[in-house]
């Protein structure tokens, strides 16, 4: 799953009134996947670190209650389709195991298997992210076939505040780590060592609602390389 629709998920989970009649989790499911916005930072599809601005495009649709679709695409010509089953755990546990599939221009093959979970308490959601995820790239090189495949697997924790109804502060923490690295250059295969291949970081950010329009603004603070830290801006819309 696209971090940045992380991102964009957790703004529709803010800024939703309760009743006194209203179950909680028909409130938060109703607001985990509706969901529509455009993001600006210096990350690439992967995540990485990019020199240049890419724009991303985000989207979810519901085929009912627990079932729903979502991709993205980016101008790093990246697209991802990904297929999303809801269900509740204690009645207050929001949970959602999730399927995503991406490919991009230069050969870039990416697909993911992961587990999203959220829950209220008061003004706060607490949520996190585990995911496994395989990357396949395939150089162009016209007289050679080369090929390196990666395993990744990443967590996130974190939560946001709600302080008022127009206000809402957020940070979270991940940390990726590559367990299989390896390069296939014609009939040879080379394993590259996969330890050092570690990855962490913090996320602060700021959420407003602006009459169902969210501007998002977060910094990501890399542990392991400061100047791989970058800004990141979303705008979601409530329809």
């Known amino acids: 799953m696209n971090k940045l629709f992380i991102t964009s998920t957790l703004s529709l989970l803010l800024f939703s009134p309760l009743s ?12 985990i996947t509706e969901t529509f916005d455009i993001s600006v930072s210096n990350s690439d599809f992967l995540g990485d670190y990019s020199t240049d601005y890419v724009f991303t495009l985000n989207g979810s649709y519901n085929i009912n209650e627990t079932w729903r679709v979502f991709g993205s695409v980016d101008t790093d010509e990246y697209l991802e389709l990904g297929v999303g089953y809801s269900f509740f755990v204690a009645d207050r546990i929001y949970n959602e195991l999730f399927v995503t599939a991406g490919a991009s221009t230069d050969n870039t093959y990416v697909t993911g298997l992961g587990l999203f979970s959220a829950t209220k308490w008061k003004d706060f959601v607490f949520f996190t992210n585990i995911e496994g995820q395989y990357i396949e790239r395939n150089p162009d090189f016209s007289q050679i076939d080369v090929k390196q495949q990666q395993l990744f697997f990443k967590k996130l924790i974190g939560t946001s505040y709600e302080m008022t109804s127009w206000l809402a502060l957020s940070a979270s923490y991940a940390h990726d780590k590559n367990h299989y690295n390896v390069f296939k250059i014609e009939e040879y295969k080379f394993t590259s060592p996969a330890k050092g291949y570690v990855d962490s970081y913090v996320n602060l950010g700021v959420t407003l609602n602006l009459w169902g329009i969210k501007p998002f603004v977060s910094y990501k603070f890399d542990l392991s390389d400061s100047e791989y830290s970058y800004w990141e801006f979303s705008l979601s819309f409530d329809f």
């Open 20 to 31: 006194a009649s209203e179950e909680p989790e028909t409130d938060i499911v109703e607001f």
